[in-house]
């Protein structure tokens, strides 16, 4: 690239030199330093012995070791692991030195934890003036409850999650895995980009205080949506809907069990030209001429019966084979994939490459999801797997921090490193 005679180096990867220090761990922090480090960025993990990321040790394959995680694994690819006691003065000292060369501050503590460092915005800016700080606390670093601790479903039940979930008649039952963590992970992402493309213009970092909570809440949005238009508060209803059309009176609509143990397919009809093309692929049996069936709304009146009649068609095919047809016809229709089927069974996620392979010291060859937009000039890169415990601590002291090798070897026997 030519600018002003200059020859300047093209970028491979949207946020090659973007250096991020990397407090966070288990889900919501490391699923945003994620996305930033498959897009080039220089994340280094922060890492201690005595206090390690939770998630090394969360669904571990055989063995005691802290690099056997597979959701670490995936939540930390393309990243580098520095070993660094803040607690000790030197080690506080390495760390401002390394904030000094680094563009980004990640963390998702308590909010209060890195003021007790030394470390709030203020002192960050001292070091860095530029800086850019992303705070991800329960509640944010303001307000009332900006002390309080959160795990995910503390958060999850304060933002209403919890209350949405479960059977009419019973308990709420919370949600099984933290979706709202990988929620406020994405809305970290943003919030730095956007403070990235403001420091590129005005030269000024900021702090980025977002509020697990709150990111939490966006997922109720639909209820939001329905109380602000309609007046109505969120209820379960009283007869559970299933995979029926909860709202719109769309039949079928529903999940239908196809050839084989445990193999579904869902189909989703929303037109009568598109029952017309459905009846036609079933081969027109007589029971779809009944009066019953011969709308929509009574089709909807009549589901029971309806899914009965599908069901015995759809368990003479595969369910591979069912949406095949039906889409073929422009209907909705999909299989109900298990993590088998993701992984060897979808030709269209191989053809997109969704899952990446990397080489990992104890894992060995080690798979994991990929980003799912595909970007013609700065695409993301599977560079590294999970990094081990400290694999990187030499390197970045050495080379990066340019500590000598007598002062790194003190660094190791006083427990700095």
């Not at 012995?49 to 939770?54: A, I, L, V």
């Not at 959160?150 to 099984?176: D, K, R």
């Not at 990929?370 to 002291?397: C, D, F, R, V």
């Amino acid at each position: 690239m030519n600018c002003g005679g200059k020859i300047l180096k093209q970028r491979q990867n949207a946020l090659e030199g973007v250096r991020v220090i990397d407090f966070s761990w288990i889900v919501a922090g490391p699923q945003c330093t994620r996305i930033l480090a498959d897009f080039g960025a220089d994340v280094i993990k922060i890492e201690n012995e005595s206090n390690m990321d939770y998630a090394r040790h969360i669904i571990p394959g055989s063995g005691n070791s802290p690099n056997l995680s597979g959701m670490f694994n995936t939540l930390n690819r393309n990243k580098r692991s520095l070993m660094l006691n803040a607690m000790h003065p030197t080690g506080m000292e390495q760390l401002k030195e390394l904030i000094s060369i680094s563009d980004v501050v990640i963390e998702n503590f308590s909010s209060r934890v890195l003021e007790r460092w030394g470390l709030g915005y203020e002192e960050q800016k001292k070091i860095r003036p530029d800086i850019i700080y992303c705070s991800m606390s329960g509640f944010g670093h303001s307000g009332r409850d900006r002390d309080y601790v959160t795990w995910g479903p503390t958060a999850q039940a304060i933002s209403g999650l919890t209350y949405m979930s479960g059977l009419p008649g019973e308990e709420s039952a919370g949600w099984g895995f933290s979706y709202m963590d990988h929620t406020g992970g994405f809305y970290g992402a943003l919030a730095i980009l956007m403070a990235l493309k403001h420091r590129n213009k005005t030269g000024e970092g900021q702090h980025l205080d977002l509020s697990q909570v709150e990111a939490g809440i966006g997922l109720t949005g639909t209820a939001i949506l329905d109380k602000t238009v309609n007046n109505r508060n969120f209820r379960r209803p009283d007869m559970p809907p299933g995979n029926r059309s909860p709202d719109k009176k769309m039949a079928p609509h529903n999940s239908y069990q196809c050839l084989g143990e445990d193999k579904w397919c869902v189909i989703s009809i929303s037109t009568e030209s598109q029952w017309k093309s459905f009846v036609k692929v079933m081969g027109n049996p007589l029971w779809a001429s009944k009066e019953q069936f011969r709308s929509m709304e009574s089709r909807f009146e009549n589901q029971d019966e309806l899914d009965a009649n599908i069901k015995n068609w759809t368990k003479t095919l595969t369910n591979y084979d069912v949406m095949k047809l039906l889409q073929s016809e422009g209907i909705a229709s999909g299989v109900v994939q298990n993590p088998i089927d993701r992984v060897h069974n979808d030709p269209q996620l191989e053809h997109r490459g969704f899952l990446a392979e990397a080489e990992h010291a104890e894992l060995g060859t080690t798979k994991v999801e990929s980003m799912p937009m595909k970007m013609s000039k700065t695409p993301w890169q599977m560079k590294s797997a999970s990094p081990l415990l400290g694999e990187h601590t030499p390197e970045i002291y050495l080379d990066l921090l340019g500590v000598s090798p007598d002062d790194l070897a003190t660094f190791y026997e006083e427990g700095i490193t």
